[in-house]
């Protein structure tokens, strides 16, 4: 399969620890994103990269949460004395920045977090 | 807040019935594109469409834009039980990342 991969697929937590996730994109996609999704609403994007490059940065993404993409393939997002609040599914998605506008977005299955 | 919105939130259909949502925008954009969602699953990307195209098709998907209304619709046709999910649209406002709405959740009835 060569989709967008993410690990682990659920996370249960106890407040206040530090969890990592891990994204792989489509091999040869230069742009990575970190979205958010809560139940019963659309994602929230967090954060994306081209190569190794971080680009943006959603007020959402607090200085508890850092991701990086170190040698501009796979990706992790960690957060830090993780919150209640913090809980949802994290996605993750690819794509390849070409000159014309218009980029599809391919999604990973998702980790969803629950911090108890 | 988002920068899109569907409309309805949520829609039941026989299955055979036509299915259509629409998704309003906020601001000039580049490109629009829809995504389905199974219940606890990722998003799969359906269409694209761009900011100077006004109709797409691709297989019962027609999707149509309308830039000076910021509006676009999805249309499923011959609907199945398996279109049973969520639909979200998500707008390129050129920054490459995407602004997805809230959805709305399809429910079809065989």
């Known amino acids: 399969d060569t989709g967008v991969s993410q690990d682990p697929r659920h996370k249960i937590t106890k407040r206040g620890q530090n969890v990592t996730f891990r994204c792989d994109p489509i091999?040869?996609?230069?742009?990575l994103y970190w979205y958010r999704q809560t139940l019963g609403q659309g994602p929230e994007f967090l954060t994306y990269?081209?190569?190794?490059?971080?680009?943006?940065k959603s007020r959402l993404l607090s200085d508890r949460f850092s991701a990086e993409r170190p040698k501009g393939s796979f990706s992790t997002l960690e957060i830090q004395r993780t919150e209640q609040g913090d809980s949802a599914m994290y996605l993750c998605?690819?794509?390849?920045?070409?000159?014309?506008?218009?980029?599809?977005?391919?999604f990973g299955p998702g980790t969803r977090l629950l911090v108890l | 807040s988002q920068q899109g919105e569907e409309d309805p939130q949520a829609l039941s259909i026989q299955e055979g019935e036509n299915a259509t949502m629409n998704c309003s925008y906020k601001?000039?954009?580049?490109?629009l594109q829809w995504y389905r969602q199974n219940s606890g699953r990722g998003l799969v990307h359906l269409i694209l469409?761009?900011?100077?195209?006004r109709e797409k098709h691709s297989g019962r998907l027609r999707v149509t834009l309308d830039t000076s209304k910021k509006s676009s619709s999805l249309l499923i046709t011959a609907s199945r039980a398996a279109d049973t999910a969520s639909y979200f649209c998500?707008?390129?406002?050129?920054?490459?990342?995407?602004?997805f709405g809230d959805g709305t959740t399809l429910t079809v009835k065989p």
């Open positions: 998605a690819s794509s390849l920045r070409g000159a014309g506008a218009g980029e599809t977005q391919y």
């Open positions: 469409i761009r900011s100077n195209e």
């Open positions: 998500a707008t390129d406002a050129g920054a490459g990342k995407s602004t």
């Open positions: 601001t000039s954009i580049n490109n």
């Open positions: 091999s040869e996609h230069n742009r």
């Open positions: 990269f081209q190569n190794e490059a971080q680009l943006e």
